[in-house]
């Protein structure tokens, strides 16, 4: 069976039929028993974001708890990658991009899987960094999340200094935040997916599958429904449905606390947003075509005027201003 899996892991390279995220490129293989996704860690993603366990061993854990995930069928070392059952269906945000309102059974789903996630036993997850903060430190679980923000900030001042600058990115961009983890509401940890967003949801037959768990963490069920809120940018009235259903449906230990506590959350995300936004898109700015490029600048404004908010500035980032600032990048 090795030289089979070898040989789906040389299809999926040779493949130009391929969906990229920033971590993995996910590539769907035909086999006699039916299709496959073959994942493929991109070597050169640069670390963004809080990472603590291999998604094998997530989805392995999360197999008895959760049912609409992917099955994991194969691991391999070296090279490394991982095979999943492949799941048919259209993703969310190809009918539903950011900011619009998305069909009701999504909502659902997502505070089920929420449930289910904060159901599963801590004897049943993946051993934790031994640094990792207790259950019920919300405080400490804030400030490890905003220590790799700050350490993403400055290892990329040097190259962004300037651009930062012009954004409006104060010299520290943590201080409002910073102040006040000390005031979150104690939490028991739950097991969290950490990356609940449109193009990680497929919807079929009227049911959402999640998928990319290599952010999972175990964590304050707070920030799950915040980064949610976050990245989904859900209209109004749909996420006060989210969050009506969220406290309705999880464990009252997991939903406690005030608004505040979730405001602060995605004060951090919004922060974080802008500075590693910054980075992966004038990255990606250079060898996109023009409608791209002013998509991605669009987006990024509105990241950085959410993120200006937090600091106390006024939200008048243009996409000018934002391809100005960006222009060396654009010419590359």
């Given at each position: 069976?090795?030289?089979?899996?070898?040989?789906?892991?040389?299809?999926?390279?040779?493949?130009?039929?391929?969906?990229?995220?920033?971590?993995?490129?996910?590539?769907?293989?035909?086999?006699?028993?039916?299709?496959?996704?073959?994942?493929?860690?991109?070597?050169?993603?640069?670390?963004?974001?809080?990472?603590?366990?291999?998604?094998?061993?997530?989805?392995?854990?999360?197999?008895?708890?959760?049912?609409?995930?992917?099955?994991?069928?194969?691991?391999?070392?070296?090279?490394?990658?991982?095979?999943?059952?492949?799941?048919?269906?259209?993703?969310?945000?190809?009918?539903?991009?950011?900011?619009?309102?998305?069909?009701?059974?999504?909502?659902?789903?997502?505070?089920?899987?929420?449930?289910?996630?904060?159901?599963?036993?801590?004897?049943?997850?993946?051993?934790?960094?031994?640094?990792?903060?207790?259950?019920?430190?919300?405080?400490?679980?804030?400030?490890?999340?905003?220590?790799?923000?700050?350490?993403?900030?400055?290892?990329?001042?040097?190259?962004?200094?300037?651009?930062?600058?012009?954004?409006?990115?104060?010299?520290?961009?943590?201080?409002?935040?910073?102040?006040?983890?000390d005031g979150l509401t104690s939490r028991p940890f739950v097991m969290l997916?950490?990356?609940?967003?449109?193009?990680?949801?497929?919807?079929?037959?009227?049911?959402?599958?999640?998928?990319?768990?290599?952010?999972?963490?175990?964590?304050?069920?707070?920030?799950?429904?915040?980064?949610?809120?976050?990245?989904?940018?859900?209209?109004?009235?749909?996420?006060?449905?989210?969050?009506?259903?969220?406290?309705?449906?999880?464990?009252?230990?997991?939903?406690?606390?005030?608004?505040?506590?979730?405001?602060?959350?995605?004060?951090?995300?919004?922060?974080?947003?802008?500075?590693?936004?910054?980075?992966?898109?004038?990255?990606?700015?250079?060898?996109?075509?023009?409608?791209?490029?002013?998509?991605?600048?669009?987006?990024?404004?509105?990241?950085?005027?959410?993120?200006?908010?937090?600091?106390?500035?006024?939200?008048?980032?243009?996409?000018?201003?934002?391809?100005?600032?960006?222009?060396?990048?654009?010419?590359?």
């Amino acid at each position: 069976m090795t030289s089979t899996w070898r040989t789906l892991y040389e299809q999926a390279l040779a493949s130009e039929d391929a969906a990229a995220g920033y971590y993995n490129r996910n590539v769907g293989v035909r086999t006699p028993e039916g299709k496959v996704n073959v994942r493929i860690p991109l070597a050169a993603a640069d670390v963004m974001d809080v990472r603590i366990w291999r998604e094998e061993d997530v989805l392995a854990c999360i197999g008895p708890y959760v049912g609409q995930a992917p099955g994991l069928r194969h691991v391999s070392e070296d090279p490394r990658f991982q095979v999943h059952h492949f799941i048919e269906g259209r993703v969310l945000d190809s009918f539903c991009p950011r900011g619009s309102a998305v069909p009701a059974h999504v909502m659902t789903d997502v505070v089920a899987l929420m449930d289910q996630l904060a159901r599963i036993p801590a004897e049943k997850t993946p051993a934790r960094p031994p640094d990792w903060p207790e259950s019920g430190d919300s405080a400490g679980f804030g400030r490890l999340l905003a220590g790799l923000t700050r350490r993403i900030h400055t290892t990329h001042l040097g190259e962004y200094g300037d651009v930062f600058a012009a954004f409006g990115i104060p010299a520290q961009p943590l201080a409002v935040v910073d102040a006040l983890w000390d005031g979150l509401t104690s939490r028991p940890f739950v097991m969290l997916h950490a990356d609940l967003h449109r193009k990680n949801m497929i919807v079929s037959d009227a049911a959402t599958w999640f998928l990319d768990w290599e952010l999972a963490l175990w964590g304050d069920p707070m920030y799950e429904i915040a980064i949610h809120f976050h990245k989904m940018d859900y209209p109004d009235e749909q996420r006060t449905e989210v969050l009506r259903q969220w406290r309705d449906r999880l464990p009252p230990q997991c939903t406690a606390g005030p608004h505040t506590d979730l405001d602060l959350y995605m004060a951090h995300e919004r922060v974080k947003s802008a500075i590693v936004d910054t980075i992966r898109y004038s990255k990606q700015l250079g060898p996109a075509a023009p409608p791209e490029r002013d998509f991605l600048i669009g987006r990024l404004a509105k990241k950085l005027n959410a993120a200006r908010r937090v600091w106390g500035s006024p939200p008048d980032m243009t996409p000018q201003r934002v391809a100005a600032a960006l222009a060396p990048w654009l010419e590359r």
